[in-house]
T-cell receptor, first 115, second 111 residues
Framework: DSGVTQTPKHLITATGQRVTLRCSPR?????VYWYQQSLDQGLQFLIQ???????AKGNILERFSAQQFPDLHSELNLSSLELGDSALYFC??????????????FGPGTRLTVT | QKEVEQDPGPLSVPEGAIVSLNCTYS??????FMWYRQYSRKGPELLMY????GNKEDGRFTAQVDKSSKYISLFIRDSQPSDSATYLC???????????FGQGTELSVKP
């Protein structure tokens, strides 16, 4: 158990809908990362937050947004869902957002299926 | 072309074999080189990391980085069925926490 929790475990929804994925980082970790894992693209970095502020952005679609709250939990919002958004979404956390962030602790993931 | 290339396999070996997993990359700014292991239906977990070039050994695992060739390797000695998993190489620059992952190699160790 990494100490990172994600809810829900599974999500099935229809095209055009909006969903929210939730992540609680390990106790003491200030950085939260979101990744998308699909069969064709592999594990791709979406976005990083550090202590409430956006720190880095990857290949995150404009339909997707995220935030980190004062209690350090984070939410990833996915809207106008398309079939291609079906994937595993992982949250990870680390103590810092810089050099030592090579060690990221991953949650169990949320499996999103868009029908 | 992807920043990090990794053969997805699958790779099947008998128990006790030496396993070699590899990745190549194109971004010369990468300074941290990691190997993550992912069991089925689980999140990835850090196995080993190396800063800059060189070798690192941890038990049955050895990580090698050759920055001049932009090539990294993970060797597993005396492989065990419990090593069956997907192995992902990952890299990052000095600053920031953005990890760039390879496609992952699925390894199966047969008893």
């Amino acid at each position: 158990d990494s100490g990172v929790t994600q809810t829900p475990k599974h999500l099935i929804t229809a095209t055009g809908q909006r969903v929210t994925l939730r992540c609680s980082p390990r106790s003491g970790d200030l950085s939260v990362y979101w990744y998308q894992q699909s069969l064709d693209q592999g594990l791709q970095f979406l976005i990083q937050y550090y202590n409430g502020e956006e720190r880095a952005k990857g290949n995150i679609l404009e339909r997707f947004s995220a935030q980190q709250f004062p209690d350090l939990h984070s939410e990833l919002n996915l809207s106008s869902l398309e079939l291609g958004d079906s994937a595993l979404y992982f949250c990870a956390s680390s103590i810092s957002g810089t050099e030592s962030s090579y060690e990221q602790y991953f949650g169990p993931g949320t499996r999103l299926t868009v029908t | 072309q992807k920043e990090v290339e990794q053969d997805p396999g699958p790779l099947s070996v008998p128990e006790g074999a030496i396993v070699s997993l590899n990745c190549t990359y194109s971004n010369s700014a990468f300074q941290y080189f990691m190997w993550y292991r992912q069991y089925s239906r689980k999140g990835p977990e850090l196995l080993m990391y190396t800063y800059s070039s060189g070798n690192k050994e941890d038990g049955r695992f050895t990580a090698q980085v050759d920055k001049s060739s932009k090539y990294i390797s993970l060797f597993i000695r005396d492989s065990q069925p419990s090593d069956s998993a997907t192995y992902l190489c990952a890299m990052k620059e000095n600053q920031g926490g953005k990890l760039i992952f390879g496609q992952g190699t699925e390894l199966s160790v047969k008893p």
